[in-house]
């Protein structure tokens, strides 16, 4: 009997497709599994559309103890990553060789607690819009993406990233001329260190955890970052740095931590349901590096986030690697007995946003 699963979503651009995954190389991923980005549509030179399956199951990113059914957040954030990095180099001119550097990004799931689920891979359909180009024609150096996201046409939210891009062939310079020092192979990188106990972040299997013993006051929490250098997830391919997402998990990590020691609330009914960050400086695996939050009430904002979710709470966060704070912003999670609806409650609503 044939497969009544929709193979495509209709878009302006035409049909965005999920039959299969596009190619690695433009998302910077080694291994198929880490391709979640199956299409991408240009519109117009300053938009286009792509789209993502999700995976049902994930030994990095379903490896949670939640028990809200929603989408993990940092899924999320990695499927509009690749649809980011892959649009840099298909439709705004990114040579393949071109360096990646993250200078802030945030997002924004109001539509998160309400998103439909089911048995089915679900289907992730982002619209980008691009602005900011700095550079001369034919040679971007700095945009901003504008992504927002809808799940199987349930509006789950936006992520915004401005990224800047360094020429591959001055990459290795640029940044030992910013470290003072030859940059560390990824072969000579450890993970030492006793980590902190994966139930009180989050997780069951070590492997996920990024953080070592935690630290925590009255206000706040602090622990060092393990790099998970062997996590096959977080580290697809050699780094010469501490990707921004796993600093996002570590962030998260540390929140879920002090979510259930400052306010009893519980892990498995908290989850991130959004953030702001900006980054300084590059954060050197060779270093150690330490994430600090402290709570600061209440959410700030009279805005969609704000009234679509229960509880919010905002961290401030902080990266800090040798005395200096390399990066910093908020996180904001929301604790709820709701689950996601049924899949059945959206049916008939695939369309693109």
């Known amino acids: 009997m044939e497969s009544k699963i929709p193979r495509s979503v209709p878009s302006r651009a035409g049909t965005l497709n999920f039959t299969r995954t596009v190619d690695r190389s433009l998302i910077h991923r080694w291994a198929l599994s ?22 049902p199951w994930h030994a990095y990113y379903s490896e949670r103890f939640s028990r809200l059914g929603a989408p993990d957040p940092l899924l999320l954030l990695e499927c509009a990553r690749q649809a980011e990095t892959y649009g840099g180099h298909a439709f705004v001119g990114a040579p393949r060789d071109s360096k990646f550097l993250l ?5 924004s799931l109001p539509g998160l607690l309400s998103a439909p689920v089911g048995g089915r891979p679900g289907e992730l359909a982002m619209r980008v819009r691009t602005s900011n180009r700095r550079g001369a024609p034919g040679d971007v150096r700095r945009l901003t993406y504008d992504i927002g996201l809808e799940l199987s046409g349930h509006r789950l939210g936006s992520v915004r990233m401005d990224v800047g891009y360094i020429p591959g062939e001055v990459y290795d310079a640029v940044r030992e001329q910013g470290r003072g020092r030859p940059l560390t192979p990824f072969s000579e990188v450890t993970r030492s260190g006793p980590l902190v106990e994966p139930f009180l972040v989050g997780r069951s299997d ?22 998970p250098v062997h996590n096959p997830s977080m580290f697809d391919h050699a780094q010469d740095h501490l990707p921004g997402m796993v600093l996002m998990e570590a962030a998260r990590q540390l929140c879920l931590f002090a ?3 400052l306010y009893g609330a519980s892990v498995p009914r908290t989850t991130v349901a959004g ?24 959410y700030p904002h009279d805005d969609e986030l704000g009234r679509s979710l229960p509880g919010l709470r905002t961290f401030h966060v902080e990266f800090e690697q040798d005395g200096i704070v390399i990066a910093a912003g908020r ?17 008939g609503q695939e369309t693109a946003a």
């Not at 299409?39 to 993502?52: F, K, P, Q, T």
């Not at 013993?213 to 060092?224: I, K, N, R, T, Y």
């Not at 996180?331 to 049916?347: D, E, G, I, N, Q």
């Open 259 to 261: 979510v259930s020691e």
């Open 103 to 107: 200078r802030n990004w945030s997002v």
């Open 331 to 347: 996180m904001h999670t929301t604790t709820s007995v709701a689950c996601a609806l049924p899949v059945a409650a959206h049916r």
């Open 275 to 298: 953030f702001e960050f900006s980054f300084t400086r590059y954060a050197e695996l060779d270093s150690l590096t330490t994430v600090h939050v402290r709570k600061t009430e209440p």
């Open 34 to 55: 880490e391709v979640f980005l199956t299409d991408a549509r240009s519109v117009d030179e300053s938009e286009y559309l792509a789209a993502a399956q999700l995976p």
């Open 206 to 227: 070590p492997a996920n955890v990024v953080l070592g013993e935690v630290l925590l006051g009255p206000d706040g929490a602090s622990a060092p970052i393990r790099p």
